[in-house]
């Protein structure tokens, strides 16, 4: 068995929850761009929620997979080191399988079948006990144990018969009395131990003994074998006296006859870390097998794997607040984070790459990353970055529009091949075409939660090229503003439905002390909870800052 099955731990580049068109694009590009400068650390795009309709259209129209989705970036059994314990046949006898233990410092092996398949597991603990109750004559007949067990723990050598695909049928019986003593106790297709006495030998022979097992390298005279042979009777030597030789036998019993099948405690690559501490606490096993996602066995971990854990490493875009964060991000290691949002409540262990530059889109930043690292930048990336910067600033119309951003968007642009306003108005189409969604989906397609104080609240924002887009979002999210903010025990929740072409923003929104606090803030009047904000279309600089302000205001 080798650890292949298990994929290597990428650095995951991941931005904020709900995720808009620049959080996906800039995870994409700036993977690509670490890829090219550091292909030792590898990096992968990550995602923390769904897509939105913008982004689908984005992705779809540049030929781009959809990044994998990661909610949750708590340690898994996938962050640990996964000890590859090599499974076993069912067959193994018990002693082998108390060697391999032994050698391997093992207490657990892992039983499997040719395709990797679990079938049990089997403890020291199960090892001792069968050997301690090995007095029973009938143990190897009623386990079917192979003759190829007897031979390999005996370190015998078949001197008559075949013993392919043969199993024990009989009782154990040690050969060490009389001639008559001997046949008084022996039925047919019984094991018989016998030592170089002749008398004895054809006393198990006579009685129709399906095995005779001769001690000591004794030797068995060719006359022996050749009435043997008629006799179906097979003939094992070994160098073993008679004593080791009857303690040896149980111990040749396949593992499968007292194996644990039932109710199995194993893991998968994607338990978390937190449910196997739990699980391994309740119960007295040390070791536990691990399973990959096609269910195959690939090895075991215990609890002291468990303290040797290696933390998911992320690189954070397009956001640097905890509540905006991908959910674990406590358990997870920081490496760098790209931003050009406000500095917010983000806390790492130590210090980390941080860029955080005053423009309208993080792929602005990145798009100056490459050409400060001389990188070529393939259509495909130009297109991408291109799409999140007109997405970040309504094509150049938000008030957090930079000469930087223009200049970047004009020549990625070039660079995608693409009519820029033409490209720009389909992808705001596309975005606002609400037909067949439900509401928490589109409540969902941009939506951040921030912090002032001891207040939370969340702000969503929507941009729509057509009236008719905007006002079927409205029908379907304004009442759901109560529940969301239920749901996630917030104090306020605001909802951006922002006229593109127009530039203002129509905002609903639910929380008791909702409409007082926009009525003060913006200076005008809220009628059946919406207030119409004329010039008013960036959640980042004209939104966001203006509420918190207002709400410190408040709280003092």
């Not at 602005?364 to 990353?369: D, G, K, L, P, S």
């Not at 203002?504 to 007082?516: F, I, K, P, Q, S």
Request: hydrophobic share 40%.
């Amino acid at each position: 068995m080798s650890t292949q099955n298990i994929p290597p731990r990428a650095i995951k580049v991941i931005g904020h929850r709900n995720p808009d068109t620049d959080s996906i694009c800039s995870a994409i590009a700036y993977s690509n761009l670490k890829n090219i400068l550091d292909p030792e650390h590898p990096c992968k795009p990550c995602r923390a929620g769904l897509l939105n309709r913008e982004t689908e259209f984005v992705l779809d129209y540049f030929k781009v997979p959809l990044p994998q989705l990661y909610t949750d970036v708590s340690p898994h059994i996938r962050d640990v080191d996964i000890r590859p314990a090599k499974g076993v046949d069912g067959e193994t006898s018990l002693r082998r399988a108390w060697m391999t233990m032994r050698d391997q410092e093992l207490d657990t092996l892992c039983v499997v079948d040719g395709e990797q398949n679990l079938l049990g597991v089997i403890t020291v603990k199960d090892v001792a006990t069968a050997n301690m109750d090995g007095m029973d004559p009938h143990t190897l007949e009623v386990a079917k144990t192979s003759y190829q067990n007897l031979i390999d723990i005996l370190d015998g050598a078949v001197l008559v018969g075949d013993v392919t695909d043969k199993t024990v049928e009989g009782r154990i019986i040690i050969g060490s009395g009389s001639a008559e003593q001997i046949e008084a106790s022996i039925s047919p297709g019984d094991v018989v131990v016998v030592s170089n006495r002749a008398e004895s030998q054809l006393a198990a022979l006579e009685m129709d003994a399906g095995c005779i097992i001769v001690c000591a390298s004794s030797k068995v005279s060719r006359t022996m074998q050749m009435l043997a042979e008629e006799k179906g009777c097979i003939v094992i030597s070994t160098q073993n006296s008679t004593y080791v030789t009857g303690q040896m036998l149980s111990q040749a019993a396949p593992i499968r006859h007292y194996m644990t099948t039932g109710r199995l405690l194993t893991f998968t690559l994607h338990t978390p870390v937190e449910e196997a501490t739990r699980v391994m606490a309740s119960v007295r096993f040390r070791y536990f097998p691990v399973l990959d996602d096609d269910g195959k066995y690939i090895g075991v971990v215990s609890r002291r794997n468990l303290l040797n854990l290696h933390r998911k490493q992320l690189i954070l875009v397009d956001h640097n607040e905890k509540g905006q964060a991908v959910e674990g991000i406590d358990s997870a290691e920081v490496l760098e984070i790209i931003d050009h949002h406000r500095i917010g409540t983000m806390e790492t262990d130590g210090p980390v790459y941080f860029r955080n530059v005053p423009v309208g889109c993080t792929c602005t930043i990145v798009y100056q990353m490459y050409r400060e690292n001389d990188v070529e930048i393939s259509p495909i990336m130009a297109g991408l970055m291109l799409s999140a910067i007109l997405s970040d600033t309504l094509m150049f119309r938000s008030p957090t529009c930079t000469p930087m951003d223009e200049k970047a968007a004009r020549k990625l642009a070039e660079l995608a091949g693409v009519e820029l306003e033409k490209y720009a108005d389909a992808m705001f189409e596309h975005g606002g075409d609400v037909s067949g969604k439900t509401a928490a989906e589109v409540f969902n397609g941009d939506y951040k939660i921030f912090t002032s104080g001891e207040v939370r609240f969340g702000v969503g924002q929507g941009s729509y090229m057509t009236e008719k887009n905007r006002k079927a979002a409205q029908a379907l999210v304004g009442p759901y503003l109560p529940e969301a903010r239920t749901k996630q025990g917030l104090d306020y929740i605001f909802y951006m439905f922002t006229d593109v072409r127009n530039s203002g923003t129509e905002l609903l929104m639910a929380g008791a002390g909702a409409e007082e606090l926009v009525a003060k803030t913006f200076g005008v009047e809220v009628r059946d909870g919406m207030a119409v904000l004329p010039g008013v279309v960036s959640r980042k600089k004209q939104m966001i800052p203006r509420l918190i302000n207002a709400i410190k205001q408040e709280q003092e």
